[in-house]
């Protein structure tokens, strides 16, 4: 299977069947091979149902469901771990980004293990703005990557992903970090890719919880020297995946 597009929903039923619609045609476009992954993370507002609605409808479409909401990392460790395709297509379930970029992001990962997509513009209050920023200059320091941004969208190989262990906490924000800084210590090529984002279709956002912030704050702390002690002692001939292309 060429692609995995994944997505976290929690409380999305309003947005979560026109982001699998759109998900499912720019599989098509891109020749049909390949899912679209939904992680109900405990959801409380009837997305569960039109998640399992979705999947009785199309073979296409699987779901995972948490039994309790595990927040962002709890949700994208998931999506990692149960994609099937060769490529993991991760994004969120409330409209934000169009599913139709999936073809440029292909088409760049002929020459890339991983590519991050970067907000041209950002569509949202100037608190949040002020938090991811806060969050995106702690992290650099902690995780040094060669980033502008890593909170959007991204695509994977996943046999990149398959060699890594998580150590990202529940309900924290620092899974992306995490899995990015493993990637570049193990020899993975990023390249990036402007993408338009734009203000959720409908209900609430999620991020930006001070409570999440801290929280995060807190795990980026740990994870930090855990992270690096991990891939000090990772096997050489791990660190790149069987297909990868090389530096």
Do not use: C
Not at 84 to 105: S, T, Y
């Amino acid at each position: 299977m060429r692609v995995t597009v994944a997505m976290g929903a929690f409380n999305e039923a309003p947005n979560v069947a026109i982001v699998v619609t759109d998900a499912l045609s720019a599989i098509a476009e891109t020749g049909g091979d390949g899912e679209v992954l939904v992680v109900d993370d405990g959801s409380t507002d009837g997305t569960s149902a039109i998640v399992d609605g979705l999947m009785a409808r199309d073979t296409r479409v699987r779901a995972v469901h948490h039994a309790t909401n595990r927040g962002f990392s709890g949700a994208m460790t998931t999506a990692l771990r149960e994609a099937r395709g060769d490529w993991i297509f991760l994004g969120p379930a409330d409209g934000q980004f169009d599913m139709h970029d999936l073809v440029r992001f292909l088409d760049e990962s002929a020459h890339a293990d991983i590519v991050v997509g970067v907000r041209a513009r950002r569509p949202e209050r100037m608190g949040r703005v002020v938090l991811s920023r806060a969050f995106h200059a702690i992290t650099k320091f902690l995780f040094p990557l060669p980033l502008e941004e890593f909170s959007s969208i991204f695509l994977f190989r996943r046999s990149l992903i398959d060699s890594m262990t998580i150590r990202s906490r529940p309900r924290t924000a620092t899974v992306l970090p995490e899995v990015l800084y493993r990637a570049k210590v193990r020899g993975a090529r990023f390249t990036q890719l402007r993408i338009e984002a734009r203000p959720r279709m409908a209900g609430e956002a999620k991020g930006g919880r001070i409570s999440v912030a801290v929280f995060t704050l807190l795990e980026l702390v740990r994870l930090a020297p855990l992270v690096r002690w991990d891939e000090m002692r990772s096997p050489r001939r791990a660190r790149v995946p069987a297909g990868s292309p090389q530096k």
